[in-house]
């Protein structure tokens, strides 16, 4: 089955300042990468995805790509706002007979004003 | 706003209730699932269904009892719970299980309290 090594918070940052969230992940087969977000009190929403090496998804202002040679789908947005504190889940997405999403440990991101 | 909706957003049952959570999708999605969370974890698989049909179960123990009563509708039954079941169950559809593009939308989940 999927795993994933999700970067463990909690990530504090002020407003404007540079996110990274590490995320890397061992799959049976070419898996799909998902960024999947849960601000309080709500459900998980889907972030960003890439299906296949080197595409790069994007939303929001975030963006991550996937890289296949290093089996990583890294986090990034380059100024953070307060209304982006929220938990962060990386999840790869194998499909097929293995079609079970499998979530990292999340990350806790605030952003201070 | 979310496309899953999940009834109700909040209950609170006695370890001698029976209760239901309900979802609904309307994308024509074909695949549906339930999840629990535990505070500060990330969501765990319960069940899945595929076009109707049971096709995974995660070792759930029968307390839970899902039922898929067509394409839009997921339900999960509940009965004689235990205070550790107290979690948020979150429901969610994607198009097809066998189509790993196709993302899963999640509803904003039943928060669940067993007294």
């Known amino acids: 089955g999927n795993s994933v090594t999700q970067m463990e918070g909690p990530v504090t940052l002020s407003e404007e300042a540079f996110l990274t969230i590490n995320c890397t992940y061992t799959?049976?087969?070419?898996?799909?990468l998902f960024w999947y977000v849960q601000y309080p009190g709500e459900g998980l929403q889907l972030l960003l995805k890439a299906t296949k090496a080197d595409d790069k998804g994007s939303n929001k202002g975030f963006e991550a790509t996937y890289r296949k040679e290093t089996t990583s789908f890294h986090l990034e947005k380059g100024s953070v706002q307060v209304s982006d504190s929220a938990v962060y889940f990386c999840?790869?997405?194998?499909?097929?007979?293995?079609?079970?999403?499998?979530f990292g440990k999340g990350t806790l991101l605030t952003v201070n004003p | 706003d979310t496309e899953v909706t999940q009834t109700p957003k909040h209950l609170v049952m006695g370890m001698t209730n029976k209760k239901s959570l309900k979802c609904e999708q309307h994308m024509g999605h074909r695949a549906m699932y339930w999840y629990k969370q535990k505070a500060k974890k990330p969501p765990e698989l319960m069940f899945v269904?595929?076009?109707?049909?049971?096709?995974i179960n995660e070792s759930v123990p029968s307390r839970f009892s899902p039922e898929c009563p067509n394409s839009s509708l997921l339900n999960l039954h509940l009965h004689a719970l235990q205070p550790e079941d107290s979690a948020l169950y979150l429901c969610?559809?994607?198009?097809?299980?066998?189509?790993?593009?196709?993302?899963?939308?999640f509803g904003n989940g039943t928060r669940l309290t067993v007294t």
């Open positions: 799959a049976t087969g070419y898996p799909s």
């Open positions: 269904y595929s076009y109707e049909k049971l096709s």
């Open positions: 999840a790869p997405y194998s499909g097929g007979s293995n079609y079970k999403l499998t």
């Open positions: 969610a559809s994607s198009q097809s299980p066998q189509n790993y593009n196709s993302p899963l939308h």
